[in-house]
């Protein structure tokens, strides 16, 4: 089967996960902007990360066979140092007219404070501009009021709900954007936020609508293979091999599709040609490249 990642920190990973992503089946991944383990300190440093997500490791995902879009955006633990936020917040625009550019993200809130708020609404407002689909993160504590406060933001913004995915939601939060509109994200974690058999149980429970998965898989405990690992247990759990097409598949590829970006069709595994480099920059180091015909 074929698999899509819609939430994916490849930065943090190795060229070995993508070897065995690809192996899984995993053929496409978006990798939201976010902050890098500590904060940055001025915006050069985004320039820089910005220009990374859409080139190297662009390319870099080529390699080993397995397409690589990206969002934009200033996350909400960096938006409460206010001076670098506007630094951060006027060069934006330029980032979000680029080609592999699916959606604004991840946006939304870390403390849920005035500065959060106004990083927000600025980034939907550049979302409704140039037409791009909005990817929120839900904070990590105090989960149910942040999903409360995105749904407000969401609604005083005026984006509207099917341009929005609402991600690492759990059985607290999904009831609460279930008639909202919105598109449900879920985070699935080796310890934390989601399992696979929770996430099988949500599915069982609210069927599969506007259901996308995916595994984060940034710079702590984590495992790449999540996607392929919920869809192994969906077909043990008696889902049909068309169901987790739609959700691990079909569902986030649908949604990013808003963007005008990206389409169904072209999810099809590239050709690999390692013999290729950027800015004369090979992704092997002494290999013998594989170049497939």
């Not at 006027?90 to 870390?110: C, M, Q, S, T, W």
């Not at 403390?111 to 689909?133: G, N, R, S, V, Y």
């Not at 996430?199 to 495992?223: C, H």
Request: charged share 25%; with cysteine.
């Amino acid at each position: 089967m074929n698999y899509f990642d819609p939430h994916i920190h490849m930065v943090s990973r190795t060229t070995d996960d993508y070897e065995n992503m690809a192996a899984a089946g995993i053929v496409g991944v978006v990798e939201p902007a976010f902050w890098q383990g500590q904060p940055r300190t001025n915006v050069g440093s985004f320039i820089d990360y910005y220009d990374l997500l859409l080139g190297w490791e662009r390319f870099r995902a080529s390699q080993f066979g397995i397409l690589h879009y990206c969002t934009m955006g200033l996350n909400p633990k960096e938006a409460n140092n206010r001076e670098m936020a506007r630094d951060v917040l006027n060069i934006l625009p330029r980032y979000l007219a680029k080609d592999g550019v699916v959606a604004v993200g991840e946006i939304g809130y870390d403390d849920i404070t005035p500065a959060e708020d106004e990083a927000l609404l600025a980034q939907m407002e550049m979302a409704k501009e140039f037409e791009l689909p909005v990817l929120i993160h839900t904070p990590h504590r105090d989960k149910v009021t942040g999903t409360k406060r995105t749904l407000d933001a969401i609604k005083d913004a005026g984006v509207a709900p099917e341009m929005v995915i609402v991600d690492h939601l759990n059985e607290l939060t999904l009831p609460l954007v279930l008639d909202s509109g919105v598109w449900r994200g879920h985070s699935i974690y080796p310890n934390t936020k989601m399992s696979e058999p929770r996430m099988v149980a949500l599915l069982q429970q609210y069927g599969t609508e506007r259901m996308v998965v995916n595994s984060a898989a940034d710079w702590g405990k984590s495992d790449p293979l999540k996607v392929p690992k919920v869809g192994q247990l969906m077909l043990d759990s008696g889902f049909s091999e068309e169901q987790v097409s739609k959700v691990l598949f079909e569902n986030p590829i649908e949604f990013y599709a808003q963007s005008g970006r990206i389409n169904l069709a072209e999810v099809q595994r590239p050709k690999v040609d390692q013999t290729q480099q950027w800015q004369e920059n090979s992704a092997l180091r002494g290999q013998t490249p594989i170049v497939e015909k």
